[in-house]
């Protein structure tokens, strides 16, 4: 969905990015779900452990893009996303296959508020997406050490 929630986020109509809000609540619900569905019936694949964090990162960073287009992101902002998400997945790389990095809550949360201020930034102006976003960006510096700290090979 991130394809048509960035086309919808591009326009300059308010009322057609009030569409695109509600196809990206709809896409982050159905992924909340999805993951859900799938730890109560133990239907987990790697595949999946792999894509879903995956898809996360395109519609978080894809549309942190768009906002910076139409000036309702600063560029700081998505860069410290951007960084925060590389250097976890490097982590992730240089980790032996036998030790997993499952998300902690706090990510999850950092996922949750970063895509509510994403939503918000597209459509509201003043302080409520600021106000997310110094949460969002706490969360994201917060998740970013938390890893390496539990999972740094000593």
Known sequence: MAPVVLFLWLNPHESVRWWGVLLF??????????????????RTTAIGAYLDPLADKILVLGTGLALISIHRL?????????????????????????????ASQAAKWKTTVQMIALGSSSVLTGPIPWILWIVALG???????EYFYQHWPR
């Open 25 to 42: 609540v709809i896409a982050g619900l159905t992924d909340y779900f999805d993951g859900v569905v799938a730890r109560t019936t133990h």
């Open 74 to 102: 600063a560029v700081g902002v998505l860069f410290i996303l951007l960084v925060r998400e590389l250097s976890v997945t490097g982590l992730r790389s240089v980790l032996p296959k036998d030790q997993h990095m499952p």
């Open 139 to 145: 969360l994201t510096l917060w998740t970013g050490f």
